[in-house]
């Protein structure tokens, strides 16, 4: 049976056996898996001398795992299986004698490892008492009274760290009863055999600190994970401090040997371990003073490769993430004792003392020019502005000695935001460098929302002092400035307004709602007076553009500025790159539909200015190619096609925003609208034909002229002036007779293209766009509407899409409607019931028939 066994294994994960073999290979082993008596044969099979492949025995224990871990074995089994990998490791690990060809390889060791835990789980209660003493046999020579067999010594420290996985590890779910046996178990240990173990790693830290790394970062990796549940004057003594600060005393010489930076690391992590024992807030104060944690950061900080080398090519960044995550839980610990305590009581004061003791080195991480490494101590910096906040609105005793730090913080977060030296803006191979700096920037902007909210005074005088100065520095230095420090002054100019607008806007009639308001318009007019749209970095114009466009509401107050920054935004919407180019069609929109009642004047030259960009030019979409990847300008072309024209759609809304404004008469009104859908209406006409003989490209470019007329149209009707007292003003007669010429192109194309989805989407939007400006002489038009948009391949969903619109326009013209309801319905309500008959087919189009009926 052991032979059939073994053979099935090495078929089962055979890469070159065939299909149906290895099938039958692995039923027969789910088979032995699943019998009472088959984890005997695996047993053997993984004890066996000579052995058997590593697969072999690698599935065996595999086996045997399963069968302890559920319970198959009677008692004399379990002590059968208990014997015998006893003697089994006694044997190969339980001597220094021993060739090391004879040793497992780690996988087998880990499985190993892993049964022994298996019968810890099981007999440590009743059955195996001496289980910790018998494994620590392995770690002496016979007749030795010293933890001198290297071998013994690694066995038995993973065998401890694997017991505290399987029954300590937090992070790992359990569930009611198994939670209850692991207490069980944790209580046993602790009333047994934790003084043995923990006298036990100092014995191996002192025979292996000078021989061996790997056994004493092994014992340091045990220590840190029994610490949290075991008596922790047991294992931190004297002895460990001294070896943890002589491991971390080594860094000047260590210049890249690995084998020293892993005794820092090793040590490192053991104070990390350590100090993430659960226990009481004076008692944790207490710990961080005990296991001289300052004295600890402050001379890996002073370390070479954490100053001397901080700004080279040689800094250790791995070495300053480390650290930086031990002054983040050491940071965190505290604030969590502060939170806890109360007003000047020993708690609270030991608290103070120590967060004045680690702040600086906080604030130093925080620096860091490594993104990665600022972020680690983003967490403790967050509960500590947190607590401030808190203790602020108390007047806690606690608030007034820590608030002089948040001025020192603030200027860190700030200083922490602006681009570094090395950073480029724009470029397609640091999109992924870019978006990871945002995110940065997103966290540390909630930390200034904090401080904003702790001290508001000293935030707003902060920022003014950082945006005003770099204004005044880019003026008297002729616009010769680093592009990085005016684009941090643009950006907290940007982020500003979160404060600012806390009490709904900048002024109240003509006057600035609160103080800090007026500061804000007060950097708003040094913005204007610099001149900073004239700075040629593009990060700095787009800035620029989203900081007019989120403070309309100074122009507005201020009208005489709008026509030169319309200017500007004109000159950016032709800029060389596509990403301020495509983002400020966006954004111009944006700023025309809020200052609209002032844009009369320049309507025609703004119009004229934009001309050139109105073209329509579609492109089909193709398949990426091999040779796209290596095209540095294939994202780039992708915009200028698609994404391009979405964003050109903004040209057209803009303009009907333009062509609105109150100062222009309807006439001149008229004249602009025929300006912009003429070229439309010819370039349509010319298109049709093509299009209707399936030629793809000319179907999408009637598709986007379809949608740019309905564009042009929601910006006029957006932005027409309305009456108070009604909720739909009819238009002028002589602008719903222009838009009435564009309701009956797109109309021309809906029929003569109404088989294409595309053209009939496209229409639709349209029509519920048209209807404002066109009004009540729509009416006789939605039978063709109708009849267009609903074709026999019209979807449900399309159907409901219609109605909505259709809705709109019954209750917009309720005494007008009467006329054509007759008309309207027969062909309409045919065409919905009978999508409501149809059968459901599937999820979606069971949402799309609930939506219909809806």
């Known amino acids: 049976m052991d032979a059939q066994v073994q053979s099935a294994i090495e078929v089962a994960f055979d890469a070159r056996a065939e299909q149906a073999l290895k099938s039958q290979a692995f039923d027969f082993l789910n088979q032995i898996r699943s019998e009472p008596q088959g984890w005997q044969i695996c047993f053997s099979l993984a004890m066996r001398d000579p052995r058997p492949t590593e697969v072999v025995r690698h599935v065996s224990l595999d086996i045997v795992n399963n069968a302890i871990k559920s319970r198959q074995l009677r008692d004399q089994d379990f002590a059968f299986v208990r014997d015998n990998i006893l003697a089994y490791v006694r044997n190969i690990y339980g001597s220094s004698q021993n060739n090391n060809a004879q040793y497992d390889s780690i996988t087998i060791q880990n499985k190993i490892t892993q049964t022994m835990t298996n019968l810890f789980t099981a007999l440590y209660a009743t059955q195996w008492t001496s289980f910790f003493h018998d494994i620590l046999g392995l770690t002496a020579t016979t007749g030795s009274g010293t933890k001198d067999n290297a071998a013994g010594v690694m066995l038995y420290l993973r065998i401890l760290i694997s017991v505290h996985d399987e029954i300590a590890d937090v992070l790992v779910p359990r569930s009611p009863e198994e939670q209850r046996r692991d207490n069980e178990l944790k209580d046993l240990v602790r009333q047994r055999d934790t003084a043995m173990i923990a006298s036990s790693w100092h014995e191996i830290l002192a025979q292996w600190r000078s021989r061996d790394d790997r056994v004493v970062k092994l014992c340091l990796t045990a220590i840190g994970s029994w610490v949290a549940w075991t008596e922790i004057s047991l294992a931190v003594n004297d002895s460990l401090l001294n070896l943890l600060f002589e491991y971390l005393g080594l860094q000047h010489i260590s210049d890249g040997n690995i084998q020293i930076n892993q005794r820092r690391e090793a040590a490192i992590e053991a104070f990390i371990d350590i100090l993430g024992k659960k226990m009481s807030a004076c008692d944790k104060l207490e710990l961080v003073e005990v296991l001289k944690v300052n ?14 080398m901080r700004s080279t090519a040689t800094y250790d960044t791995d070495l300053a993430e480390d650290v930086a995550k031990l002054v983040n839980n050491t940071v965190s610990d505290i604030v969590k004792a502060l939170d806890s305590s109360k007003d000047n009581d ?19 991480f925080l620096s860091d020019e490594y993104d990665e490494i600022c972020s680690t101590v983003i967490p403790s910096l967050t509960d500590l502005l947190t607590l401030m906040r808190k203790k602020s609105k108390s007047n806690s005793i606690v608030a007034s000695e820590i608030s002089p730090m948040l001025s020192i913080i603030l200027e860190v977060v700030i200083a922490k935001m602006k681009y570094d030296e090395t950073s480029y803006w724009g470029h397609d191979d640091t999109q992924t460098d870019e978006a990871e700096f945002q995110e940065l920037r997103g966290r540390l902007h909630n930390l200034q929302k904090v401080i904003a909210e702790v001290d508001e005074s000293m935030y707003v005088e902060k920022i003014r002092n950082v945006v005003v100065s770099t204004f005044d520095k880019l003026q008297s230095q002729n616009g010769q400035l680093d592009w990085r420090e005016l684009e941090l002054a643009m950006h907290e100019l940007d982020l500003f307004g979160d404060i600012a607008y806390k009490k709904h806007g900048l002024y109240s009639k003509t006057k600035p709602v609160t103080p800090v308001a007026e500061q804000l318009i ?14 040629s970095h593009p990060a700095i114009q787009l800035q620029y553009m989203v900081v007019c466009e989120r403070y309309h509401a100074f122009f507005e107050a201020n009208p005489q500025l709008i026509t030169p920054v319309l200017e500007n935004f004109v000159r950016f919407t032709h800029h060389d790159h596509i990403k301020v180019r495509l983002r400020s069609w966006y954004l111009f929109y944006k700023f025309v539909k809020h200052v609209r009642l002032y844009v009369g004047d320049i ?7 934009l001309s050139d960009l109105l073209p329509i030019r579609a492109e089909l979409s193709e398949e990426p190619s091999e040779d796209d990847n290596d095209d540095p300008s294939s994202s780039e072309s992708d915009q200028s096609a698609n994404a391009r024209f979405e964003s050109q759609l903004y040209l057209y809304e803009t303009i009907g925003c333009i062509c609105s404004a109150r100062a222009i008469p309807a006439e001149k009104q008229a004249v602009l609208i ?14 049709l034909d093509q299009a209707k003989n399936g030629d793809k490209r000319a179907t999408l470019q009637v598709h986007h002229l379809v949608k740019a007329l309905g564009t042009l149209a929601q910006g006029f009707s957006d932005c027409m002036p309305k009456n108070p007292s009604t909720a739909a003003p009819a238009p002028p007669d002589i602008i719903s007779e222009e838009f009435m010429q564009v309701a009956e192109a797109v109309l021309v194309a809906l029929e003569r293209l109404r088989f294409s989805l595309d053209i009939r989407e496209a229409s639709r939007s349209a029509f519920a766009r048209l209807v404002a400006p066109v009004g009540s002489r729509i009416l006789p038009q939605l039978p063709r509407w109708i009849d267009g948009l609903l074709s026999e391949t019209s979807t449900k969903d399309e159907m409901a899409m219609l109605l ?13 409607i009467y006329d054509v309801l007759n008309t309207l319905l027969t062909p309409l309500l045919q065409r919905v019931f009978a999508g409501i008959a149809e059968p459901v087919t599937g999820t979606d189009d069971e949402i799309q028939h609930v939506e219909l009926k809806r």
């Not at 001379?299 to 954490?306: D, H, K, M, T």
């Not at 909505?804 to 007008?816: A, I």
């Open 295 to 308: 004295e600890a950061v402050s001379r890996l900080v002073g370390s070479r490769e954490l100053s001397e």
């Open 346 to 364: 020993p708690t609270s004061r030991r608290g103070i003392s120590l967060l004045g003791i680690f702040l600086p080195h906080l604030l130093r």
């Open 674 to 687: 025929r300006s912009i859908v003429n070229p439309l209406f010819a370039d349509l006409e010319a298109h």
């Open 804 to 816: 909505n619109p259709l809705v709109q326009v019954v209750f917009r013209f309720k005494s007008e």
């Open 522 to 535: 007060g950097m708003m007019f040094k913005l204007v007076e610099t001149g900073v749209a004239s700075f």
């Open 603 to 609: 309507a025609e030259t703004a119009i004229q200015a």
